[in-house]
């Protein structure tokens, strides 16, 4: 990347990144932020997908995928695709700069194999640094919380809201712990920490942002791909 090209960034993640229940999701506020001071021009966006308004349309959010394809039979939700199996072609086809990665709620609500949850995360994330160039970035985020006392998407028989709050922590800790050992291997990884972004007040269903909660969500992206950009000039 020269100092005059775009910055090209794939969010690439589920249902949250995709903007499910929100046309858009936190792209729409993350879109208007830019805008607002004049850096729209400083990124471009891409994806296979597009939804919502702004510079920040195009992503590769698919909804209901975890982190890699999820059997039936292990699944307390059905069958899951993996974004490990799809995200070598994903960067093949539309190439970026930066990566903001967020994956891993559906392995949350299918109960499937938590505790080597950030083992199956590490293959993904290599792959993705594998396709980056090597002045890239790849922003790793946490989850959100999720309210297992809305049961839109979140059994009573499989979650009580104490057992949800440890497996998104035990997740995130997962989460953490491969973004700084990766780190320390030298890998061009910054840990986007999102799970005190929101409160449970702030999911529409139990699992996704309302439109505030996404807002919230765009900003600490804007602040992320900001500052990545800001250092690139220096």
């Not at 539309?94 to 891993?104: F, Q, S």
């Not at 290599?126 to 946490?142: K, Q, S």
Request: aromatic share 6%; glycine share 10%.
């Amino acid at each position: 990347m020269s100092g005059k090209q775009r910055i090209r960034v794939m969010c690439l993640g589920d249902s949250i990144t995709d903007g499910f229940t929100y046309a858009g999701g936190y792209r729409n506020a993350l879109g208007a932020m830019l805008a607002a001071d004049g850096r729209q021009d400083s990124f471009v966006f891409v994806g296979p997908n597009s939804s919502g308004s702004g510079c920040a349309q195009r992503h590769a959010g698919f909804v209901g995928c975890s982190i890699c394809n999820i059997p039936a039979a292990d699944s307390v939700t059905g069958a899951r695709g993996g974004i490990a199996d799809i995200a070598g072609r994903l960067l093949r086809d539309d190439p970026a700069d930066v990566v903001c990665l967020m994956i891993g709620t559906n392995d949350i609500l299918s109960k499937y194999a938590l505790s080597q949850f950030g083992e199956r995360l590490e293959v993904l994330v290599r792959t993705v640094l594998g396709a980056l160039p090597d002045d890239g970035m790849l922003f790793l985020a946490t989850l959100p919380a999720m309210d297992a006392r809305v049961p839109v998407y979140i059994s009573s028989a499989d979650f009580t809201p104490e057992t949800m709050d440890a497996a998104v922590d035990g997740c995130n800790r997962q989460i953490r712990s491969l973004a700084a050992n990766l780190q320390a291997q030298g890998e061009r990884i910054t840990l986007a920490e999102m799970q005190d972004v929101l409160t449970k007040q702030e999911l529409s269903d139990g699992v996704h942002p309302d439109a505030a909660g996404f807002a919230k969500i765009g900003a600490r992206w804007y602040r992320l791909l900001t500052e990545f950009a800001d250092a690139r000039k220096e």
